[in-house]
């Protein structure tokens, strides 16, 4: 097979409308409302057939860029609930708040940091004009108790980022890993915040999924380090998209500095939401080793072995959601095309073909020929061995091509008439650009 080249994505195609993205998802077994018969439960999802293939690829890939290729990076899966002293180190119990305000008006919510600077000066709506409230103080993590007997059950917390369980385990890594600086422990993993202004879809939910670099380096080398990955992970996400325009750096302004941090970057995406944060890349010094080691009295020091100097190790983190990317790329790959012939449109998701939730199609042309239904199933039993493939039979050959572009199917196989003649199918990619259907025959 020929590989599938995207399709390429220009300045003037469209933003995609949200409600088509969640429509699709709803419609094709991506995404759901969690808890839907009962109500849902706002800013919680849950992912169908389609959307946990979408995911684990998504994971799989990132997971392989990171760890596998990195000789000098390894994995860790760290508890959801952790010791609740693990959040005042981290500074999550007294800072993890979002200020925020109501319209008195329209009753909507805003976070103080989400508004235009003019409204926070007039105090004013940014979409009705309504007098706004004074702010309120939120803090973002959710409490859970472990323990039965009343009165001796222990308050701690869902984590609020998957990051903490990194440098809790670090010295275990490496003293178990023969790991030396530089290097760097990966995490994918489950965070929770009571975020107040939970909306657009995926993009801020109260249950999500991040997926977190921390890279442990002599204070002498965090800018080359910080440099470095900074490049690699933007090169990661322009790899995985086709409107390479839209993405790019935001680079933190003085006031969102952290105190210990010189630099920031948001990697950030343009959507109709307009750019937001898809993935940060971070310099948090020495703090979260340091305020660990302070907070339990553990030294969490590194000494080289060759020079036998000690040092507590910055760190340069590169943190993102599954979730985002996971919205990202189906807003990056949803496509309406013009039938040329002027029939309905086709939906086409110009998904990578790494990531696609499934590989490909084997479709028999007609189903009145037991022949062809036979030999299309014996294709799709040995496909199916080496990645997702989908037999289907139901429907006009058509309409079972634009079922798979819904999809984002990248090949679909077609057994038709010559294939009992010759041994020999149809590949049909779904982004030839010229064409519609290109017609190239294959062996099987
Ligand atoms: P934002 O400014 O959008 O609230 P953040 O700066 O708080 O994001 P981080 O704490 O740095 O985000 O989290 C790292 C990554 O986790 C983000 O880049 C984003 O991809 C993802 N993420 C953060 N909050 C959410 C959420 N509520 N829902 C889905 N993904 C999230």
């Known amino acids: 097979m020929t590989q599938t080249e995207n399709k390429p994505a220009t300045q003037e195609t469209p933003f995609v409308p949200i409600e088509k993205i969640v429509a699709l998802c709803k419609r094709r077994g991506f995404v759901y409302p969690n808890s839907e018969i009962y109500g849902g439960v706002s800013g919680i999802y849950d992912f169908g057939p389609l959307g946990v293939e979408l995911r684990n690829n998504i994971r799989r890939f990132w997971w392989w860029s990171m760890v596998q290729l990195h000789d000098n990076v390894v994995g860790i899966e760290g508890a959801i609930i952790t010791h609740p002293r693990v959040w005042e180190a981290s500074g999550h119990v007294e800072?993890?708040?979002?200020?925020?305000?109501?319209?008195?008006?329209?009753?909507?919510?805003?976070?103080?940091?989400?508004?235009?600077?003019?409204?926070?000066?007039?105090?004013?709506?940014?979409?009705?004009?309504?007098?706004?409230?004074?702010?309120?103080?939120?803090?973002?993590?959710?409490?859970?108790?472990?323990?039965?007997?009343?009165?001796?059950?222990?308050?701690?917390?869902?984590?609020?980022?998957?990051?903490?369980?990194?440098?809790?385990?670090?010295d275990n890594v490496l003293k178990s890993s023969r790991m030396q600086i530089p290097f760097g422990i990966?995490?994918?993993?489950?965070?929770?915040?009571?975020?107040?202004?939970?909306?657009?879809?995926?993009?801020?939910?109260?249950?999500?999924?991040?997926?977190?670099?921390?890279?442990?380096v002599h204070p002498s080398e965090m800018q080359q380090w910080f440099d470095y990955w900074k490049e690699k992970r933007f090169e990661w996400y322009k790899g995985i998209i086709n409107h390479k325009d839209r993405l790019h750096f935001r680079e933190h302004g003085p006031d969102e500095l952290a105190h210990y941090a010189k630099q920031a970057f948001d990697i950030e995406y343009q959507t109709i939401l307009g750019w937001q944060e898809w993935e940060g890349i971070h310099w948090r010094q020495d703090w979260d080793l340091s305020r660990h080691s302070e907070y339990s009295g553990q030294d969490l020091s590194y000494t080289d072995p060759i020079t036998k100097e000690k040092y507590i190790p910055w760190i340069v983190e590169t943190s993102g959601g599954v979730d985002r990317t996971f919205l990202n790329l189906l807003i990056d790959a949803y496509e309406e095309e013009p039938d040329p012939s002027g029939k309905e449109a086709r939906t086409v998701l110009r998904l990578h073909p790494t990531l696609a939730p499934v590989k490909v199609a084997v479709l028999p042309l007609q189903k009145n020929k037991e022949e062809l239904l036979t030999t299309a199933r014996s294709i799709h039993n040995k496909l199916k061995r080496l990645m997702v493939s989908q037999?289907?039979?139901?429907?006009?050959?058509?309409?079972?091509?634009?079922?798979?572009?819904?999809?984002?199917?990248?090949?679909?196989?077609?057994?038709?008439?010559?294939?009992?003649?010759?041994?020999?199918?149809?590949?049909?990619?779904?982004?030839?650009?010229?064409?519609?259907?290109?017609?190239?025959?294959?062996?099987?």
Not at 115 to 136: A, D, F, I, K
Request: aromatic share 14%; with cysteine; proline share 4%.
């Open 391 to 444: 037999y289907d039979d139901v429907a006009n050959i058509g309409r079972r091509y634009r079922r798979q572009d819904e999809i984002g199917t990248p090949y679909c196989v077609t057994v038709d008439f010559q294939t009992l003649d010759d041994g020999t199918v149809t590949v049909r990619e779904r982004d030839h650009t010229s064409v519609w259907y290109s017609e190239d025959r294959c062996d099987y």
């Open 186 to 216: 990966c995490q994918i993993g489950k965070a929770f915040r009571n975020e107040v202004t939970p909306g657009n879809f995926l993009f801020r939910q109260r249950e999500f999924e991040q997926w977190d670099l921390q890279f442990f």
């Open 95 to 170: 800072n993890f708040v979002d200020r925020l305000v109501d319209c008195k008006n329209c009753k909507r919510r805003f976070r103080i940091d989400h508004l235009p600077p003019e409204n926070v000066v007039s105090n004013r709506c940014p979409v009705c004009g309504g007098e706004l409230t004074e702010p309120r103080t939120f803090n973002l993590l959710m409490e859970t108790y472990l323990g039965v007997v009343e009165g001796e059950r222990m308050k701690t917390y869902l984590r609020g980022e998957a990051c903490q369980n990194i440098y809790l385990d670090y």
